[in-house]
């Protein structure tokens, strides 16, 4: 049963978002991938990792990224937070979308993830009644930003859509079933 609190949306909502999202990625510097890009080809910011549950932000956040041609590396949460830093230098992200409750690890960890310069943080299944605090001093050329707020700062008119070519790498997975 699913709980008093549904979210819908319309298929443009969910559109005007997500390119909203792409836009304010390719402001923080993430380009588009290159065609044929594979995991030992990374060298610039062109894939964002993942690393939340299945929720209606993770979908905005794969559909932005596409919308740049920003490939998307998958963390899932089976594999554990500390599987989060290895898809980092990996793919040399720069962004990565999280829940909240993971935030703190991430900024502890920036030392281990030197690429990293945007954390985005979603609220997905934290209650009203918990807190969850955000770090108070953050490394220098590291900014947290609530996924709202990330979306609101998209500039769709000065980044507009740059659609992936059928070649582009779409997605990396870390899973521990794939």
Do not use: H
């Amino acid at each position: 049963e699913f709980g008093p609190d549904i979210t819908e949306m319309t298929y443009s909502e969910v559109g005007e978002k997500a390119f909203k999202f792409g836009a304010a990625l390719a402001a923080t510097g993430c380009v588009a991938s290159d065609p044929v890009a594979t995991l030992n080809k990374v060298k610039k910011p062109c894939r964002i990792a993942i690393f939340e549950n299945t929720c209606m932000e993770w979908t905005m956040a794969a559909i932005g990224a596409f919308s740049q041609s920003i490939g998307v590396a998958t963390v899932y949460a089976t594999l554990g937070i500390d599987s989060v830093g290895e898809a980092v230098v990996d793919n040399s992200i720069t962004a990565i979308v999280c829940n909240k409750i993971n935030v703190q690890y991430l900024v502890d960890n920036k030392k281990n993830t030197p690429s990293l310069k945007t954390i985005i943080y979603t609220s997905d299944l934290i209650g009203k009644d918990m807190k969850v605090d955000l770090p108070k001093k953050l490394p220098r050329g590291l900014t947290v930003i609530s996924f709202e707020d990330f979306v609101e700062s998209g500039d769709t008119k000065k980044y507009p859509p740059v659609p992936p070519t059928p070649e582009s790498a779409a997605v990396i997975m870390y899973t521990s079933g794939s």
